[in-house]
């Protein structure tokens, strides 16, 4: 029950991440069809808002780091498939 206008504004976001310059996903994606998508973090260790110097992920026990995640859908204007890949 999403109106028409908002799912076109979330589907041209989508596109964006994959297709656009300076999209969250543009250097990862490499495909012959057009597909939209959308990137995520979850963090695993909270980090105190008042945290004055932050750790780096990598400077993180690997099992306290950053999971990061990427679900695609494609094609672009006749969707037929979606792939969520995780990275923990």
């Not at 939209?36 to 306290?64: C, H, N, W």
């Amino acid at each position: 029950n999403i109106p028409q206008k908002d799912l076109q504004t979330i589907r041209k976001g989508m596109f964006d991440v994959c297709n656009t310059a300076g999209g969250t996903a543009t250097k990862h994606i490499n495909t012959k069809i057009v597909i939209a998508g959308k990137t995520g973090t979850a963090q695993v260790v909270g980090i105190p808002q008042d945290e004055r110097k932050r750790m780096k992920e990598e400077e993180l026990k690997y099992f306290s780091r950053s999971h990061a995640w990427l679900t695609t859908y494609g094609p672009y204007e006749n969707p037929q498939f979606v792939i969520t890949v995780f990275n923990p």
